[in-house]
């Protein structure tokens, strides 16, 4: 079965540069979710989108922005980037009806960002 | 603030024995919790949910026990393999569009 594809899956970069992770959800899944998980931490949640619309943000920098497509899979656009921002960064995908939760929320395997 | 914690963040057990994983969460509003698995590199699995109008749930080896008046979730897995080394995860779903992760225990198992 398809799984929530993430690319890329390593990425190294230097301080003040800008990094873009992409993230292709399962087939008809309208809900994609955003999480940066620190060494050793738990997953923070970022931000959502549901339907191509933001449903909801969390710890998410100014820095950074996120969108989803008309095809559904969505973009997590960094810039300026920081040591701090070294972390490995989830996105998940499901079928949640809003409000609702009956489903699984489906991970990727995540892509690795290492800020120099 | 919000929350979902576990209370510790290594559990070792014996290859065979039955491990107990243990979260408080502290979002009265939460009515949708789950608990995830992940492995070393990889990204959280999915293990088994619940609901607020339930206070136990039986899946396959696992179980998750509810209790809303002290707020307290647990993830018991039967007959403990190898392959249950991982990192575990409770999150809650606070009536929005999001999951909030707790801290995780680290499960170690011995053989």
């Known amino acids: 079965a398809a799984g929530v594809i993430q690319s890329p899956r390593h990425l190294i970069k230097e301080k003040r540069e800008t990094a873009t992770l992409k993230c292709y959800p399962i087939?008809?899944?309208?809900?994609v979710y955003w999480y940066q998980q620190g060494p050793g931490q738990d997953p923070q949640f970022l931000i959502s989108?549901?339907?191509?619309?933001?449903?909801d943000k969390g710890s998410i920098p100014d820095r950074f922005s996120a969108q989803q497509f008309s095809d559904y899979h969505s973009e997590l656009n960094m810039s300026s980037l920081e040591l701090g921002d070294s972390a490995l960064y989830f996105c998940?995908?499901?079928?949640?009806?809003?409000?609702?939760?009956?489903?699984?929320?489906?991970f990727g395997e995540g892509s690795r960002l290492t800020v120099l | 603030g919000e929350s979902v914690g576990l209370h510790l963040p290594t559990l070792s057990v014996q290859e065979g024995d039955n491990s107990i994983i243990n979260c408080a969460y502290s979002?009265?509003?939460?009515?949708?919790f789950i608990w995830y698995k992940q492995e070393s590199g990889k990204g959280p699995q999915f293990i088994i949910d619940?609901?607020?109008?339930?206070d136990k749930r039986q899946g396959q080896r696992v179980t998750v026990l509810l209790n809303k008046t002290v707020k307290h979730l647990s993830l018991q897995i039967a007959a403990t393999q190898p392959g249950d080394s991982a990192v575990y995860f409770c999150?809650?779903?606070?009536?929005?569009?999001?999951?909030?992760f707790g801290k995780g225990t680290r499960l170690h198992i011995l053989p």
């Open positions: 998940a995908s499901s079928l949640f009806p809003r409000q609702d939760p009956t489903g699984e929320l489906f």
């Open positions: 087939p008809r899944h309208d809900t």
């Open positions: 989108f549901y339907e191509k619309m933001q449903s």
């Open positions: 979002n009265s509003a939460s009515d949708y």
């Open positions: 619940i609901r607020s109008n339930m």
């Open positions: 999150a809650e779903n606070p009536r929005d569009d999001k999951i909030i």
